[in-house]
C-alpha cells in the first residue's frame, strides 16, 4: 500500500523559505506517476502548487512559479518542495499526492495523498 | 487559466439524494473528478473521469456529466456523508483547476 508522508518546519518566518518534504513507501517513486504539492489555507479550498516526474521535469502552478522549486531525490524515494519570500497567505495544510493518469490526456488526477502538515508563517 | 463552479453548500436530510453541480469550460475536453473531505483529514477521490467509482467507495456515490458541467450524486445520504466535496479537472495547460469546494450538510 502507497504511503506518503510530509515533514518539516511547522512555522516559517515572513519573508523567509517554506521547505517541505514528501517520503514515499510502499511503492517506487521511480515510475510512469508524477508526484505533487497541493495546500489549503485554513477554512478554504484546494490549490495546487506544482509536480515533478522522477526525471526531474516540473510544472507549476503560474501564480506560485515565481517563488516555488520541486526537486526529487530518487535514492532516497522522496521529492521536496521550497516556497522563498513567503507571507501569512502561505500559511496553509501543505499535502503531497501522486498523481494519476497519462500526461496529456486530460485525466489526470490525485489519487494518493499524505496526511497533510500545517505550515504556519509567523514571525 | 479555467475556472470551476460549485455552490458553496448542500443540505439533505439522512436516505435522501444530495447532488452537487460543478461546471466550467474546462469539462468539454478534460474529466472531472471528485473528492471528499472531512474535517482534519486529507481529501479522497471517489468518483474518476466523470462517471468512475474506484476501488472501496460505496456505490451511492455516483458522477455524471453533460457539456460544460458534471454532477456528483450521493443516494441514500448517511450521516457519515457530511463532508466537503471538491471537482477538480486539467486545463489547456496541463495545470490543475478545482472548485471551491461544497459543503454537505446531513440535516
Redesign the interface.
Known amino acids: 500500500q502507497l504511503h506518503l508522508q510530509e515533514s518539516g518546519p511547522g512555522l516559517v518566518k515572513p519573508s523567509g523559505t517554506l521547505s517541505l518534504t514528501c517520503g514515499v513507501s510502499g511503492g517506487s517513486i521511480s515510475t510512469i506517476n508524477w508526484w505533487?504539492w497541493v495546500r489549503q489555507p485554513p477554512g478554504k479550498?484546494?490549490?495546487?502548487i506544482g509536480e515533478i516526474y522522477h526525471g526531474g521535469n516540473t510544472?507549476y502552478?503560474?501564480s506560485l512559479k515565481s517563488r516555488v522549486t520541486i526537486s526529487v531525490d530518487k535514492s532516497k524515494n522522496q521529492f521536496s518542495l521550497r516556497l522563498t519570500s513567503v507571507t501569512a497567505a502561505d500559511t496553509a495544510v501543505y499535502?503531497c499526492a501522486r498523481v494519476?493518469?497519462t500526461?496529456?490526456s486530460?485525466?489526470?488526477?490525485?489519487?494518493h495523498?499524505?496526511?497533510?502538515t500545517l505550515v504556519t508563517v509567523s514571525s | 487559466s479555467s475556472e470551476l463552479t460549485q455552490p458553496p453548500s448542500v443540505s439533505v436530510s439522512p436516505g435522501q439524494t444530495a447532488r452537487i453541480a460543478c461546471s466550467g469550460d474546462a469539462l468539454t475536453k478534460h474529466y472531472a473528478f471528485w473528492y471528499q473531505q472531512k474535517p482534519g483529514q486529507a481529501p479522497i477521490l471517489v468518483i474518476s473521469k466523470d462517471t468512475e467509482r474506484p476501488s472501496g467507495i460505496p456505490d451511492r456515490f455516483s458522477g455524471s456529466s453533460s457539456g460544460t458541467s458534471v454532477t456528483l450524486t450521493i443516494s441514500g445520504v448517511r450521516a457519515e456523508d457530511e463532508a466537503d466535496y471538491y471537482c477538480q479537472s486539467t486545463d489547456n495547460s496541463d495545470t490543475y483547476v478545482f472548485g471551491a469546494g461544497t459543503k454537505v450538510t446531513v440535516l
Not at chain 1, 486530460?106 to 489519487?111: E, L, N, V
Not at chain 1, 495523498?113 to 497533510?116: E, F, L, M, S, V
Open positions: 505533487t479550498g484546494l490549490e495546487w510544472n502552478n503560474p499535502y494519476g493518469g500526461y496529456g486530460g485525466s489526470r488526477h490525485f489519487d495523498w499524505g496526511q497533510g
